[in-house]
């Protein structure tokens, strides 16, 4: 299963195995899909399970469609008519005439769709061969231990989502001490943190890119019990996994704390207590990352929000309610909370308004109020 999902990788090969998975799926030789793939995939060093999913566009539900169309474009393309649609004149249709139009237009119509998906493969995969890439890799193979869910799931996010590539590659966060993340989910951040250090002991680190951010302590804190047990499986010693909500315990002191997409869960009240609390136990020279929805943020907006509603039916959190802001109302509210506050577009590559806030205590000399 890990073979068939990493080989070939990287995004001009996993945008040829989608486009050619496509052409393959329009040609007539119905029956014969697979062994193109795997031949195809093994001469060419492609993805053989992406080849043959995309070859599957041509299934029962569309495949006659498909061979409609590429009967009529065959006619066109080779003697510039159309095909008559009826029992009579399909009696009088010389079989050898049929196939060829059949095999023409699906090479033609083929050609067309697999370049069409090839190069929306190629746009929305091309981040993912960043320099980074093989840390991230290494980051998500830690959750086979959990499950494959689990590692698909982190495959996907670490690649797709711009927050960790950010976090490590650019100078945002200080080293040593205790490094907090608010709502760690399954712990990518940590699991990728901990990669980074591993990388730059090793001297496999990335000579372009500057130190990654070491802290002496990884912490995350997790509200449900079977996602937290996932990260503590991916992270054993490497970060110490907390079950519990942040605004029932006593927040130690910190010289990192993360909120990734976790403080529109909660009551405004309650977002306000709890970023009091972290200001207080923070310490000098500390930072804290927030990343959040701007709810100014146009249909970017609406995408954040129907997602996070959907996530919350799909996991049977029907009661769950959430609470935005604006990019200006957070920026006021943690400069009102003593913050030094430093902003970033985060949303960049993905069709949703997410902002970065990097927020320092006033008795920190190391950052200035940014807004570009």
């Excluded at 320099?131 to 980051?139: D, H, K, T, Y």
């Excluded at 689990?150 to 989502?161: G, H, I």
């Excluded at 509603?309 to 769950?320: E, I, M, P």
């Amino acid at each position: 299963m890990y073979q068939a999902r990493t080989e070939g990788e990287g995004s001009t090969r996993e945008a040829v195995a989608i486009g050619l998975g496509v052409l393959i799926g329009f040609s007539p030789f119905y029956g014969l899909h697979l062994a193109i793939c795997l031949a195809a995939g093994w001469l060419l060093r492609l993805n053989r399970l992406k080849l043959y999913l995309a070859a599957n566009v041509s299934n029962p539900f569309v495949a006659p469609v498909l061979v409609l169309g590429e009967l009529q474009a065959g006619a066109w393309i080779t003697r510039g008519e159309w095909h008559t649609l009826s029992l009579e004149a399909a009696r009088e249709v010389d079989p050898w005439v049929f196939g060829a139009d059949v095999l023409v237009g699906s090479v033609v119509l083929g050609g067309i769709f697999g370049v069409l998906a090839g190069m929306a493969t190629w746009f929305s995969t091309r981040g993912q061969d960043s320099v980074l890439a093989p840390i991230m890799r290494r980051a998500a193979d830690r959750y086979m231990r959990a499950s494959i869910t689990a590692w698909e799931f982190a495959r996907a996010k670490l690649r797709a989502d711009p927050i960790y590539g950010a976090v490590i590659a650019r100078r945002l966060l200080p080293s040593g001490g205790t490094l907090i993340d608010v709502g760690c989910g399954q712990g990518l951040m940590l699991a990728l943190l901990a990669e980074a250090a591993r990388a730059w002991d090793s001297g496999a680190w990335p000579a372009s890119l500057p130190p990654p951010p070491r802290a002496d302590h990884l912490v995350g804190i997790e509200t449900r019990h079977r996602v937290a047990r996932m990260a503590r499986r991916a992270l054993g010693e490497d970060a110490t996994i907390v079950v519990g909500d942040a605004r029932d315990h006593a927040l130690r002191e910190a010289r990192v704390r993360l909120f990734f997409d976790v403080l529109h869960m909660i009551p405004f009240a309650d977002q306000e207590r709890l970023l009091a609390a972290s200001a207080d136990t923070l310490e000098p020279g500390g930072v804290i990352l927030v990343r959040e929805a701007d709810a100014a943020g146009g249909w970017r907006f609406v995408a954040v929000s129907a997602g996070n509603r959907a996530k919350a039916l799909v996991t049977g959190s029907w009661r769950q309610t959430f609470h935005f802001r604006t990019a200006d109302d957070w920026t006021e509210l943690f400069a009102r909370l003593g913050f030094r506050v430093s902003r970033f577009s985060a949303g960049t590559g993905t069709p949703f308004a997410n902002v970065l806030f990097a927020l320092t205590d006033r008795r920190s000399a190391s950052a200035s109020s940014t807004r570009p």
